[in-house]
């Protein structure tokens, strides 16, 4: 169980902790694909952990009950749970308990069906605000996009099917082709890199929990990051100050909900990153950096996954073998404590010695 409590451990210092140091190194855009994967590395490694610390408990649990002998700890837990359950303590605890299992069948329920409602509402939106502009507009072959009869300057991408990018003939009017050209590469990188999956996930885990500080500040990070992958997409065609005017020129633009807009996140921070470039060695510096943190809240849950591995391995030899052979000697009378992660069977104080007998060398 001692791997258990360190994975819930671990996950919620990587909660705590991750929003205010990626944050930190994730301000300045430096490297902001590199970003985006810490964010993600992150999220994935919070619930990992609690995947992994639930399997952890019921891995303890089949063991205990599987052992001979007298009864684990969690047999212990279960039986005391039970006896709760039917009334044997009272009244008052057995409704206590039963509300309370009740209570959290309902919660992990409905934050479930929050979740994926999110999503699949998510999906419907884009897909039905891509099916309905391509009725509105028209197909522009040179361009690549969906024009709409607007006069208001907006350039977006859906992420449809098949995925679309919109332009307005205001756009068209006020931009300059090279302006415009910048606009789409913008656009066509957000639906190479697929953002809006990533846009999906982080808002839909806000929506389900709301109160998780990581989620939230993920949500809004990654959103200003991946504009900032695709204006460094778009930069590397059209050059950073090509992108830099077009941004300026569709900054007063509004955000649609379900799509990308070349304008629509982060306007002052992009156009400030784009007016003075990172230095080659402040970008690694930034890649250092994110690098390492990405390693550490990612090495967590594996190194914990391989200690309990190595703890059950460890606890089945035991259980074979009535001694450990050190070498070609053997000790007699020495007790050794052994108490290695993944391994809770040695709970009580004989229980936790292993003794090993031993035999004289040969002379």
């Not at 502009?133 to 024009?147: C, F, N, Q, S, T």
């Not at 591995?309 to 089945?316: D, E, F, R």
Request: glycine content about 10%; hydrophobic content about 50%.
């Amino acid at each position: 169980m001692s791997v258990a409590v360190c994975l819930l451990l671990y996950g919620f210092t990587v909660a705590v902790l991750a929003p205010r140091v990626l944050c930190r190194f994730t301000s300045s855009g430096f490297a902001p694909r590199l970003g985006v994967a810490a964010w993600l590395s992150a999220i994935v490694s919070v619930g990992v952990s609690a995947v992994l610390a639930v399997l952890a408990f019921v891995a303890d649990g089949i063991r205990d009950l599987a052992k001979p002998g007298g009864p684990g700890i969690l047999d212990e837990c279960f039986l005391q749970l039970h006896d709760a359950a039917i009334g044997s303590y009272g009244g008052f605890v057995q409704v206590g308990l039963l509300a309370l299992t009740g209570a959290a069948a309902v919660a992990g329920s409905t934050l479930a069906y929050k979740l994926i409602r999110t999503l699949l509402r998510t999906r419907s939106t884009t897909y039905e605000h891509s099916r309905m502009a391509r009725i509105a507009g028209r197909h522009h072959a040179e361009l690549d996009a969906v024009v709409i009869d607007v006069d208001e300057p907006v350039a977006y991408c859906v992420a449809g099917s098949p995925p679309t990018i919109v332009v307005t003939e205001g756009i068209i009017a006020t931009l300059e082709d090279r302006h415009l050209l910048a606009v789409l590469a913008h656009e066509r990188a957000h639906l190479r890199g697929r953002h809006h999956l990533l846009l999906a996930l982080t808002r839909g885990l806000v929506s389900v929990f709301p109160h998780i500080t990581l989620f939230r500040t993920a949500a809004r990070e990654v959103a200003l990051l991946v504009e900032m992958c695709a204006d460094d997409m778009a930069a590397r065609t059209h050059g950073h100050r090509t992108v830099l005017e077009a941004l300026i020129a569709l900054s007063h633009g509004r955000e649609n909900v379900g799509v990308l807009g070349a304008a629509g996140v982060g306007v002052d921070a992009r156009i400030a990153r784009l007016a003075s470039p990172a230095e080659p060695e402040q970008r690694v510096r930034a890649r250092l950096r994110l690098g390492t943190a990405t390693a550490l809240v990612t090495i967590g849950p594996l190194v914990a996954a391989l200690l309990a591995a190595v703890g059950i391995a460890i606890c089945a030899d035991e259980e074979r073998g009535e001694g450990i052979a050190i070498g070609h000697h053997r000790t007699d009378g020495i007790s050794l404590a052994i108490t290695p992660f993944g391994c809770d069977s040695h709970r009580s104080t004989d229980a936790a010695k292993i003794r090993v007998p031993t035999e004289r060398m040969a002379r």
